[in-house]
């Protein structure tokens, strides 16, 4: 049986160390929700990967990410996809010590269904990440 993890919102994995990664698509998107020119947005808000290959969110001093506020997400509506598919779609060893999403066994329509709900995914993209 799949599985399912249900956000907690402890805000946990927004103080990770790490990096959130963004596409132009997001960049753009995030842009115009905080009504920032995309260049600025990228100015102020953005930095490079670890690999420098793209764009990641910065991070604050604490290392937690630069939107996180009063253990809330500030663009919530609009955040990364690599957020919203944590942690039903993805997640690294160890990562279960620290989210504390409540795991429930679920069927695999619930699960797909669930996932998509979640992540703003279609439930074929869902269908189609769980296959590989
Ligand atoms: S964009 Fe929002 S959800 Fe994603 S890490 Fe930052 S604060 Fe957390
Ligand atoms: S995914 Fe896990 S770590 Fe992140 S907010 Fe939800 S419960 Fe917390």
């Given amino acids: 049986m799949p599985v ?15 990096q959130v990664c963004l596409n132009d ?5 995030i842009a115009e929700f905080l009504q920032l020119k995309v260049g600025e947005f990228i ?3 953005t930095r490079l990967r670890f690999d420098r290959q793209g764009l990641a969110l910065q991070e ?4 937690a990410c630069v939107f996180l506020k009063d253990n ?3 663009i919530q509506p609009v955040k990364p996809q690599q957020c919203r598919d944590f ?12 989210c504390r999403a409540i795991p429930r066994e679920v069927s695999e329509d619930d699960y797909v269904r669930l996932t998509s ?3 703003l995914r279609t439930p074929e993209a ?3 990440i769980i296959r590989r």
Avoid: F, M
């Fill in 60 to 63: 604050q001093a604490d290392g």
């Fill in 87 to 98: 942690p039903n779609l993805w997640k690294y060893p160890g990562s279960e010590k620290y």
């Fill in 126 to 128: 869902v269908r189609e």
């Fill in 4 to 18: 399912y993890h249900d956000c907690q919102r402890c805000t946990a994995c927004c103080r990770w160390p790490g």
């Fill in 43 to 45: 100015q102020t808000h």
């Fill in 72 to 74: 809330l997400c500030v």
């Fill in 25 to 29: 698509e997001e960049i753009a998107r």
């Fill in 117 to 119: 709900e979640a992540t």
